[in-house]
């Protein structure tokens, strides 16, 4: 039961949870299909608090509200808000949990989430701190999986990138311990997985690591790209020699196998060419428009009726 609970990381739902949300999200998936509203939350209020810029994240919690009947409350710029004024983050969940019946956080930091959750009595959710975690996407990535291949299980999933900032990938790295999955992390040497995800991965999940796609990529099932994380650098000269050090084009496609399909987070920068977007293996589009059942769940467990 989900019911008052926050999800600060994906580690707090169990696997019943995860996938009572899929059960839930496949008939909110129903709904949205056959264009119909429910107003099973019309005398509730979701806030969304973004101290991070957002497109998926903040618009498909809020459309999914709307969806559900409920209303919305944002602050989707930190720059308008009073911790522009030097307000603090606890002080202003404070304020927000008597304006809502839940909260949306996005922020900068590692541990936000959880920060806001010890002085919030309303349920928060963690929509990315830093470069710690993003629960929400996770559920997404995993119902993409299921939805387009049928099963997570049995899946060589090759993700590649920026396994050291990507709170997306420890996010879903996490998740997958539960499932019977084969692992390939690639990325440049600096980009590889912080060692207290990895710590807390080994002797759990089928990991192998690796710079070199191509000896990968024809028994990959899922590949994960994600972009480097630009914001997350100190120094803007890493990032510089970093950037386009790895590309999908239409070149790593014809290598796929049959049924495979290529996934993003989302925002792409450069790293998957947009000529890959018209083939059968590019989900991405797909996995950002499952947001919306998977949200509308979230939401109508967490503060319905
Ligand atoms: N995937 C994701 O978190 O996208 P946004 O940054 O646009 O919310």
């Known amino acids: 039961m989900l019911k008052n609970r926050s999800l600060v990381s994906i580690s707090d739902l169990s696997e019943d949870d995860v996938n009572n949300v899929f059960l839930k999200a496949d008939e909110m998936l129903g709904y949205i299909n056959n264009s119909k509203k429910i107003n099973i939350m019309n005398s509730k209020i979701l806030a969304t608090l973004f101290y991070e810029p957002s497109t998926r994240t903040r618009l498909s919690f809020e459309s999914a509200m709307h969806r559900l009947g409920g209303s919305v409350i944002s602050m989707a710029d930190s720059k308008t808000a009073s911790v522009s004024k030097g307000e603090t983050l606890a002080d202003t969940i404070r304020i927000v949990e008597s304006y809502s019946d839940i909260i949306v956080i996005r922020h900068p930091l590692e541990g936000a989430a959880l920060l806001a959750s010890k002085f919030s009595s309303k349920p928060i959710i963690n929509a990315g701190d830093g470069s710690g975690e993003h629960p929400t996407q996770t559920l997404v990535d995993l119902y993409t999986i299921r939805k387009e291949l049928g099963d997570i299980n049995d899946k060589t999933i090759t993700i590649i990138g920026d396994l ?142």
């Open 164 to 305: 050291k900032y990507g709170r997306t990938v420890h996010s879903l790295l996490m998740a997958l311990i539960r499932y019977n999955v084969k692992i390939n992390l690639i990325s440049p040497e600096n980009l590889r997985l912080p060692d207290y995800v990895y710590n807390e991965l080994k002797n759990k999940l089928n990991i192998t690591i690796s710079s070199n796609l191509e000896k990968y990529i024809d028994s990959t099932d899922v590949l994960y790209v994600t972009r480097i994380q630009k914001e997350r650098f100190t120094d803007k000269n890493e990032y510089s020699k970093l950037i386009g050090s790895y590309k999908i084009t239409l070149k790593e496609v014809d290598k796929m196998k049959d049924n495979s399909i290529i996934m993003h987070p989302l925002p792409r920068i450069d790293e998957i060419s947009p000529k890959v977007d018209i083939t059968d293996k590019a989900k991405y589009f797909k996995q950002a428009s499952y947001g919306i059942p998977i949200r509308m769940a979230l939401i109508s467990m967490i503060v319905g009726d």
